[in-house]
């Protein structure tokens, strides 16, 4: 089942219709476990909720509030951040986590999170939320359970902003207009992805294209050919030196 999945570039959402998007993400190993989790977080919250009340429904709440947050936080202080391809220590899991999407943002199989660095933060986050907010370990698992179906709907959205596809729905389309902004022309602002209002919170939501200058950086994230001298981490992993512009045809990414 999860062979296409398997070695390297198996498929490009620049060339995919939504058809085929569906039946690849529907197979996509990552999201098989996080439905498991979030069925075995369900079944936990439910038993120890006996006598809870409603509490365990405000952690559910709380946690759809926090994640447009929390989001925004990670991508933009962690996933834009330049600490972490300057230590040796940090480039591989870096290069993983945000640089090569931005490098190729068509390529499905770096869009998807890694569990391996998603789990731990979303437990992280959301467990002691959870707990707080819903009275007790009824509450920690209801906000995991929460967050862990979110994330499956942000990692769907994530892709539909990225294939080669019109949605209907005018929101959709909104949402994918900003955050192809974000890769294609300023990489600085946009950080949402289904959710813009902390963006404009912070300062740092651009509706229109020409409210920015073209960013030289947005395939890059500042991990520019000089930079790749002074921290060859990265680039190593790589092989070749950092894209300062999307691949043309043919050319091999």
């Known amino acids: 089942m999860y062979g296409p999945w398997r070695g390297g570039r198996s498929f490009d959402l620049g060339r995919m219709t939504l058809r085929e998007l569906v039946v690849a993400y ?3 190993p990552a999201i098989h476990l ?22 365990p429904l405000l952690a559910v709440l709380a946690t759809a509030l926090a994640y447009p947050l929390a989001w925004y936080l990670i991508h933009r202080f962690v996933l834009h951040s330049r600490f972490l391809y300057r230590s040796p220590l940090t480039a591989a899991l870096w290069k993983r986590i945000h640089f090569d999407h931005h490098q190729d943002p068509h390529r499905l199989d770096v869009l998807f999170g890694a569990p391996v660095t998603t789990l731990p933060t979303i437990l992280a986050i959301l467990i002691p939320l959870g707990w707080f ?4 370990r009824a ?6 359970a929460a967050g862990l179906v979110i994330t499956c709907i942000y990692e769907f959205c994530h892709c539909i902003q990225h294939l080669n596809f019109k949605p209907r729905s005018r929101l959709l389309r909104r949402m994918k207009e900003l955050h192809l902004a974000h890769h294609f022309h300023h990489e600085g602002g946009n950080f949402g992805i289904t959710s813009y209002l902390i963006d404009r919170g912070f300062g740092t939501y651009y509706a229109e294209a020409r409210e920015r200058p073209r960013s030289p950086h947005a395939f890059n994230l500042g991990y520019d050919r000089a930079e790749a ?15 300062d512009r999307p691949a043309r045809p043919g050319e091999k990414a």
Do not use: K
Not at 39 to 51: D, I, K, N, P, R
Not at 133 to 136: C, K, L, P, S
Not at 229 to 240: D, K, M, S, Y
């Open 26 to 28: 529907a197979a996509h």
């Open 34 to 55: 996080y439905a498991v989790l979030a069925v075995v977080s369900t079944v936990l919250a439910v038993l120890w909720g006996e006598g809870a009340g409603f509490r």
């Open 229 to 243: 001298e002074r921290f060859p981490w990265v680039a190593r992993l790589t092989g070749a030196p950092p894209r």
């Open 139 to 144: 509450g920690a698992a209801a906000a995991v």
């Open 133 to 136: 907010v819903g009275g007790g």
